[in-house]
């Protein structure tokens, strides 16, 4: 039988592979936008806090048109 720790590593890596997964599919596309900046921008959405300045080119883009595209997929 497998251990209740076992069984939360599992759980964690797959969300973790998952998340990065995720934010990868979203910063490859025709428009270059760096890793960090999807990143960024995420959470920004998410919890309201930015590192640095975010392009809002770069948040429409990644918002309005490819993180849908990623979660869809």
Same mark, same amino acid.
């Given at each position: 039988?497998? /251990?209740?720790? %076992?069984? /939360?590593?599992?759980?964690? /890596?797959?969300?973790?592979? +998952?998340?990065?997964?995720?934010?990868?599919? +979203? /910063?490859?596309?025709? +428009?270059?936008?760096?890793?960090?900046?999807?990143?960024?921008? !995420?959470?920004?959405? !998410?919890? =309201? !806090? %930015?590192?640095? %300045?975010?392009?809002?080119?770069?948040?429409?883009?990644?918002?309005?048109? =490819?993180?849908? =595209? +990623?979660?869809?997929?």
């Amino acid at each position: 039988m497998h /251990s209740n720790k %076992s069984i /939360s590593f599992a759980y964690v /890596s797959a969300i973790l592979f +998952v998340v990065i997964a995720l934010l990868l599919g +979203v /910063s490859l596309g025709t +428009v270059y936008i760096p890793f960090q900046e999807v990143i960024n921008v !995420v959470l920004y959405k !998410v919890i =309201r !806090v %930015s590192f640095t %300045s975010i392009d809002p080119t770069n948040t429409d883009i990644v918002l309005m048109v =490819r993180m849908p =595209r +990623v979660v869809l997929a």
